[in-house]
Each structure stands twice: as C-alpha cells, then as structure tokens.
C-alpha cells in the first residue's frame, strides 16, 4: 500500500521525543506525529498522551521530496459537531419582560468572567512573590 496525502491508517508509536512521536505503520512505513498535532488540547510533555507499542490512529499531512511522512493523530480523530441548544421564545412576553431577562443573563456571565479572571490573577500573584 502506497501512502498518499490525507490517508488515514493504524500505526504503532515505536519512539517518543520532546517534539512528537514516531509511528510505524502497517505498510512498513514510518512517519512523525509533531507535538502540536497530538491533541486539540494543549501538550506540554509527548508522555502524557502517548507511550511506546501504543496503537493510534493517524492521518498522513503531508509527504516531502525525501519521502519524510508527517503525521496527525487530531486530524485522525472523529469530530463530533457541537450541541445547539436552543430556547423557545416566549411570544407572550413584553418588551420589558424580554429586556429584563436579557440584563440578568448577561449580568449572570459577565459575573462568571469577572469570577474566572480573579482567580487567574490571584494564582499568578502567589507564583510571582518572592
């Protein structure tokens, strides 16, 4: 089986480095999974996601002149579409109702931002001191 271009195929992680992985797949083929196409989440470390004779799932990004295959296992990954949910207007509902339940819904988020913002710069404080 000849790779191409947006294939997608098995493969097993024979090597881990601090920049991605090396897959070996089942043609006897092999290619690199970079860092930044391991997860949609962010990697700091390649071991947490992966670990040596572990089977992925891949899809071929790209091959160069040299024949270096790049790989990506999030580009593999089955994505789901996101859930809508959607409200039913209330028809019946005046101007004033409508107006007032749009001011405490948006008074509810901006306090939950305000909240997640506090304590981010409250746990930067604590890492700063000296």
Do not use: C, W
Not at 30 to 47: A, C, Q
Not at 74 to 85: G, Q, S, V, W
Not at 95 to 123: G, H, I, M, V, W
């Amino acid at each position: 089986m000849s790779l191409a271009v947006g294939d997608v195929a098995l493969g097993i992680v024979s090597n881990l480095t601090k920049f991605g992985a090396f897959v070996n797949l089942d043609d006897g083929a092999s290619g690199l999974v970079h860092i930044s196409e391991i997860s949609d989440s962010y990697v700091e470390n390649v071991s947490d996601f992966l670990e040596k004779g572990q089977k992925v799932k891949v899809k071929v990004i790209s091959i160069d002149d040299k024949g270096k295959v790049s790989l990506s296992i999030k580009a593999a990954m089955e994505k789901k579409p996101p859930e809508i949910h959607f409200t039913k207007p209330d028809l019946n509902a005046s101007f004033e109702d409508k107006l007032s339940k749009f001011l405490k819904d948006s008074n509810e988020k901006l306090e939950q931002a305000r909240s997640r913002e506090k304590q981010k710069t409250k746990s930067n404080r604590s890492r700063n001191r000296f």
